[in-house]
């Protein structure tokens, strides 16, 4: 029993492809193998996206194989069930009953089976979303007495990122308002053109009814350059005269 996953992380939404395969790695033939799949209550079904193969190792041919699907939410039963996107637990065989289920294989061949789930919205960020699936097969082929049946397992993990918060709502934001002064500090009343009525929006983005502006930040006004200023030189006769009145005082200071 091998199983593969395309993905080893995922978001909610993403699509996850599974792969199984049914290999005969034994010692002689198998007869009438089938696979039980219960796949993670984080994902969904995708109806229809069954498809298998049949691998013949010693030509090197893989050709399309029939199959069935058995829901098994209500039991085991040999009537097969359609597709639907509500299948959470169910069986996989070339035929649900044991005498014409054709997945009979030789040594080392093997049968691959692909189908799609949805990583669902009940999925927390940081969860592994594991995923178990049992093989099946007898030792003899058809029902018969004292055969053996033999299981094998095998299973995939895949990782939820992380899972963004959603911004908190604004208090009284898209208010119905006809001044500023009837909305919160934090808002303005944006009134569109022509009209006599408004709303309580965040000034930096009046647009959005939500009042969260993605991606908006406050860009900070330039701080305004200061021209030095050069001190006005004063006239030159005020300096005139207290020169002459110096020479004057300086005269009659001598002459004394």
């Avoid at 919205?121 to 055969?147: C, L, M, W």
């Amino acid at each position: 029993m091998e199983k593969f996953v395309d993905h080893t992380t995922a978001n909610r939404g993403d699509t996850l492809t599974y792969t199984v395969r049914l290999r005969n790695s034994g010692e002689a033939p198998i007869y009438d193998t089938y696979f039980d799949e219960n796949l993670s209550d984080y994902t969904d079904y995708q109806a229809p996206s069954m498809a298998c193969t049949f691998t013949d190792v010693s030509t090197g041919q893989t050709t399309g194989t029939s199959f069935e699907i058995d829901n098994l939410s209500d039991g085991f039963d040999t009537t097969a069930d359609s597709e639907v996107s509500s299948l959470d637990t169910f069986r996989v065989a070339g035929d649900l009953t044991e005498a014409n289920n054709t997945w009979d294989l030789d040594l080392n061949d093997y049968i691959t089976c692909t189908y799609r789930v949805t990583v669902n919205n009940a999925v927390s960020g940081g969860t592994t979303i594991r995923n178990v699936v049992t093989g099946h097969a007898d030792d003899k082929n058809g029902d018969q007495p004292n055969e053996t049946q033999l299981t094998d397992t095998d299973d995939t993990t895949v990782t939820v990122n992380m899972i963004a918060a959603s911004p908190s709502p604004v208090p009284y934001c898209n208010d119905t308002c006809t001044t500023s002064s009837q909305c919160p500090s934090n808002l303005v009343c944006y009134v569109a053109s022509g009209q006599t009525t408004g709303n309580c929006r965040t000034p930096s983005c009046t647009g959005e009814t939500d009042c969260i502006c993605e991606g908006v930040s406050a860009t900070p006004s330039p701080t305004p350059s200061v021209t030095p200023q050069v001190p006005k030189a004063g006239t030159m006769w005020p300096t005139l005269f207290l020169i002459i009145g110096g020479i004057v005082l300086l005269g009659i200071g001598l002459a004394f």
